[in-house]
């Protein structure tokens, strides 16, 4: 990559103040109103499946072309690695308007998702309104720095054992129980539904309990991303590209009317909220009690919490209580849909299913206790790939909130022919970051970067180049200032739970699984069946 030049004001001189954007090669149009926007989030209504049109054009245009948003508007499509590293690590980007509001209904104003600046403590609806408006100060920075250290390596170890105990309560017991003594499974959808069972364990990892949740949240926690597919349409995505043109105000009060999903997720935060609240006051009252409070995520927050409060580094009672939506949610999102395709997978390949089968009795055979999860190849070479090609966030929005240049990794050839190394781009304008077409960059992750090859994590063949993102040079957790913190917890439990899994249980598809099983987005990625409806339908059989 050769050097660019220093500011954007050099590249407005060279252009005469036109963005460039404009002369970047892309796929034509086929609507003003909707631009590409329909093809990239609602492939099936064209017959196409999940980023069948991004892939595409990654192949056609590389890793960084130009689409069209709703209304004519020009959007850079980003999977350069030189790109998206600096995307996520500077802080001339946020996080793109679009989902923003959805951000702030569904986790509360006071989750490390939504908030950027200084809190107004929300005791009515207009001060909530004011805690979305009033993004100044560093409140995300301190949250963030509150909270990295209770997810660190050391303090992740500490869960193995947990781990282990509640794989056994939420998952092999369930799905053992739907299982009868001659293999047969016994669901009524063709296969044991793995994927509401890892629901259930993600929101044990943090604290609380089955029965701390509640049938009504526990309910309502699982049903939460069935409105939002559903509501995901032609339609939705208009109103979005109309929306972030108002005043938030205006969003701010559509979000109160009494459509379908928005009454679930307001009931959603309601309760997780309210349950937030209780944990925290327990787990107060322990301590002052002089009980040890220090072995869950809440109880860490809570025991360091006042200390580091008195710092102004730390969080308070209710800023702890208000992570509990984000929390659930999260769970269920990102490690239960990737142990659902995990096992999809497996079913699909069952030599690769006996192999790590063979893996895990090594290990049981070296050490029946406190397994070397990470000492184990074929295992961890096959959930890298799993989140290689299931990125959670296929695609992400960020908003250019000051003047930058992007710098590439590959020069580009503009529409008139010039080749540039950096792209200048204005405050306020969007860019699509990609995380899955990033993910097939054959230049990253070898000519048959589109297939599902675990080997290639063994032999060499993924590039560890250009380090970006937590773990493996992966996207699955994004990078930078918005890195998951919970990437850590999330790899050992999916560590975890596939060799216990493995270890008891065959997978197979059924009958028709292998067609109607498909990924989809609705704001994460989740498989769902033909009809649209999220679940993951496999034979399974105890293994003796």
């Not at 493995?502 to 704001?523: E, H, I, N, W, Y």
């Amino acid at each position: 990559m050769s050097d660019s030049p220093q500011s954007p004001a050099k590249y407005n001189m060279i252009y005469g103040g036109m963005s460039i954007i404009r002369k970047i090669v892309g796929p034509p149009s086929p609507s003003w109103i909707f631009g590409h926007m329909l093809q990239l989030t609602l492939p099936r209504r064209f017959g196409a499946g999940f980023g069948e049109f991004e892939f595409k054009w990654l192949k056609l245009y590389g890793p960084v072309y130009r689409i069209k948003a709703c209304f004519g508007q020009d959007r850079l499509m980003i999977a350069d690695p030189v790109a998206l590293q600096y995307i996520f690590n500077s802080p001339d980007f946020e996080k793109g308007p679009t989902r923003d509001m959805l951000l702030h209904l569904m986790n509360g104003d006071l989750s490390l998702s939504c908030v950027k600046g200084k809190i107004i403590p929300p005791s009515n609806t207009w001060q909530n309104v004011l805690n979305h408006l009033y993004n100044i100060g560093d409140t995300h920075k301190r949250f963030r720095a509150a909270m990295n250290n209770k997810f660190n390596a050391p303090i992740v170890r500490r869960y193995q054992s947990v781990f282990e105990s509640l794989a056994h309560e939420a998952t092999l017991r369930p799905i053992g129980d739907h299982v009868d003594t001659n293999g047969r499974c016994l669901a009524t959808a063709g296969g044991c539904n793995i994927e509401r069972n890892m629901s259930k364990y993600d929101m044990l990892i943090f604290g609380i309990s089955l029965k701390d949740l509640g049938e009504e949240l526990i309910s309502s926690n699982s049903q939460i991303l069935s409105p939002l597919a559903a509501s995901l349409s032609a339609a939705s995505i208009l109103v979005d590209a109309i929306r972030v043109r108002l005043p938030s105000w205006v969003s701010v009060i559509a979000s109160l009317l009494p459509t379908p999903a928005f009454t679930v997720i307001r009931k959603n935060r309601y309760l997780a909220s309210q349950l937030g609240s209780r944990i925290v006051h327990e787990k107060m009252n322990a301590a002052r009690k002089g009980l040890d409070i220090d072995n869950d995520i809440y109880g860490l927050l809570v025991a360091t919490g006042h200390l580091e409060a008195r710092k102004s580094a730390g969080m308070s009672p209710d800023e702890i209580a208000g992570q509990a939506p984000l929390l659930l949610i999260a769970g269920q999102d990102t490690t239960a849909n990737a142990v659902s395709f995990a096992l999809l997978e497996l079913a699909r390949n069952p030599e690769t299913q006996d192999q790590l089968r063979a893996e895990i009795q090594v290990m049981l055979s070296e050490r029946s206790t406190n397994v070397a999860y990470d000492n184990m190849p074929l295992l961890n070479a096959f959930i890298k790939e799993v989140l290689r090609v299931f990125s959670a966030g296929p695609i992400k929005e960020r908003m250019a909130v000051r003047d930058a240049i992007i710098p590439l990794k590959e020069r580009i050839i503009t529409a008139s022919g010039e080749q540039i190394t950096a792209i200048p781009v204005s405050k306020g304008e969007v860019v699509i970051v990609a995380p899955a077409s990033y993910h097939r960059l054959a230049s990253r992750w070898g000519s048959d970067a589109h297939e599902f090859k675990p080997s290639r994590w063994l032999d060499g063949t993924a590039s560890q180049t250009d380090a970006i993102g937590p773990y493996a040079n992966l996207l699955t957790f994004l990078a930078g200032g918005r890195t998951c913190l919970g990437w850590r917890f999330a790899i050992l439990e999916m560590q975890v739970l596939l060799f216990e899994l493995v270890r008891k249980f065959s997978f197979a598809l059924t009958p028709d699984s292998g067609s109607v099983v498909q990924p989809r987005v609705t704001g994460v990625l989740m498989p769902t069946l033909s009809n649209g409806k999220r679940s993951l339908p496999l034979c399974v059989k105890k293994i003796e």
